[in-house]
């Protein structure tokens, strides 16, 4: 089955960066959107990031100007760099990737990233 890998978490200080990636492993198919998304404890999971098959970005209010979304379409692979870091960006950072196909979301395990003031 096709499965999302994240990696590139960890533990820094505020106004640091960090950049995670996330690869897809066992897939055929090159995924349609894919993005990140991110859950900090007591709270719900937010949408951080989304990036189009031709590039397209979006961004959650609270990150843009400081994160940046990219992707390797021939690799099945997204990025997230994060710069700048607040100790509010705390959470588990999860890749999302959708099936072009049968528009099924593949989640990834999560990265954790902690940010210390």
């Known amino acids: 089955q096709v499965q999302l890998v994240e990696s590139g978490g960890g533990l820094v200080q505020a106004g640091e960066s960090l950049r995670l990636s996330c690869a897809a492993s066992r897939s055929t198919f090159r995924f349609d959107a894919m993005g990140w998304y991110r859950q900090a404890p007591g709270t719900q999971r937010e949408l951080v990031a989304t990036i189009t098959s031709s590039g397209r970005t979006n961004y959650a209010d609270s990150v843009k100007g400081r994160f940046t979304i990219s992707r390797d379409n021939a690799k099945n692979t997204v990025f997230l760099q994060m710069n700048s870091l607040k100790p509010e960006d705390t959470a588990v950072y999860y890749c999302?990737?959708?099936?072009?196909?049968?528009?099924?979301?593949?989640w990834g395990q999560g990265t954790q990233v902690t940010v210390s003031s």
């Open positions: 999302t990737g959708q099936n072009p196909l049968t528009r099924r979301d593949y």
